[in-house]
């Protein structure tokens, strides 16, 4: 039985901007995995099973006479897509492919299937492609999956920045700069997989990033989950009919991560926390100017009182619910936030940043 799992993630700052080519965001990898085991299979047939997708209904929209399935929403569509990709690498490197039971557990799925928004189908989309690797004993890296990964990820959802997939790839703090996801869907028709995967990819740049010794982060979650692409479609309608004004926004955004990078870089807590402050700002006017509403209410009261008790706030992702984060100096009554929160009904998620070691090996034990 071979076992892999990857940890879910948050987005510090940069978000929206980051789904443009080349443009910066801060992001987290969280203590909360999807782990992906993988088993031979003794029959013709295999099985994919999760506790958590068991009941995955399906949603659909009428288009004319068509049925429309948005399958960017079901995570049996990730499953599918890491599984397609990570065996065209491993036929491309001599394997023999085969029959096999997949389990997922997802934690970041909870039982009543209310998700807290930490980036479950990038994290799904990991743990296969990192167990599929492991069983088929193909060499990997961080970046060769992370690649492997984003190729799978992108097929499904089409319009992400493939931040979230980095985060689980990579963990700890990092600061990630997207890809031309143009440029590979292109490639996709013209190079082997390995000759892709080989390839640097145009614009990517991860760069992982030390939290200064006094910076604690909080979360806290709104409730009400709204979908990420769904929000991101909506700012896209936006870059088209106010162009002036998103490009803006870019270059803005660009700047504020430039100076929040430099203070991870220089341990300049009060530079990060000033940098927070400056991004929530701009993504509330990106929402008000769009008319996307990415700081619900919950959202502003959740800053408001980590504002109060010196905390740096703002949403966290696409918003529109989901999670806050909160930068904040260890020595600062967090307590009280959280009290506060709590009252509030803001349930605060008590997480910690996740690290995956550096140098990064599998063991081939594929014995079942
Ligand atoms: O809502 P989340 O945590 O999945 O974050 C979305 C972040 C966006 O920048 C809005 C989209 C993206 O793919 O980067
Ligand atoms: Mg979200």
Not at 215 to 244: C, M, N, Y
Request: proline share 4%; net charge neutral; hydrophobic share 40%.
């Amino acid at each position: 039985m071979i076992t892999a799992k990857a940890p879910g993630k948050l987005y510090i700052a940069g978000e929206y901007a980051v789904v443009e080519n080349g443009n910066p965001a801060i992001l987290v990898a969280l203590d909360q995995f999807v782990t992906c085991q993988i088993k031979a299979s003794s029959h013709e047939t295999g099985n994919i099973i999760s506790h958590q997708y068991r009941n995955n209904d399906l949603q659909w929209r009428r288009q004319g006479d068509q049925m429309i399935v948005d399958k960017r929403d079901n995570p049996f569509s990730y499953i599918l897509s890491a599984i397609k990709v990570t065996e065209e690498y491993a036929r491309s490197c001599g394997r023999e492919l085969s029959i096999y039971d997949i389990m997922i557990d997802s934690e970041l799925d909870s039982d009543n299937g209310r998700k807290y928004g930490l980036g479950s189908s990038a994290a799904v989309t990991v743990a296969t492609v990192k167990a599929l690797c492991q069983f088929y004993q193909l060499p990997v890296s961080k970046e060769i999956l992370f690649k492997l990964a984003a190729i799978a990820h992108f097929a499904i959802q089409g319009n992400g920045s493939l931040g979230d997939v980095a985060a689980s790839v990579y963990g700890g703090w990092i600061a990630y700069h997207s890809f031309d996801r143009q440029w590979l869907a292109e490639q996709r028709h013209f190079l082997s997989l390995p000759d892709l995967l080989n390839l640097p990819w145009p614009d990517l740049k991860v760069e992982p990033l030390q939290a200064p010794s006094n910076l604690q982060l909080l979360i806290g979650w709104t409730g009400k989950p709204a979908s990420t692409s769904r929000l991101v479609d909506k700012i896209s309608l936006f870059k088209a009919k106010e162009q002036h004004a998103y490009h803006h926004f870019l270059d803005a955004s660009r700047e504020c991560l430039a100076k929040m990078i430099h203070g991870f870089r220089n341990g300049d807590f009060s530079l990060i926390q000033e940098q927070i402050r400056v991004n929530r700002h701009l993504l509330q006017k990106l929402g008000q100017h769009s008319g996307v509403n990415i700081e619900t209410p919950a959202l502003q009261k959740l800053c408001r009182i980590a504002e109060h008790f010196g905390g740096a706030a703002k949403t966290s992702g696409a918003g529109g619910g989901d999670c806050g984060i909160v930068i904040i100096d260890k020595e600062a009554d967090r307590e009280a936030v959280i009290d506060e929160w709590v009252k509030n009904r803001i349930e605060p998620l008590p997480l910690s940043v996740h690290f995956i070691p550096q140098i990064y090996r599998y063991h081939f034990n594929m014995k079942s």
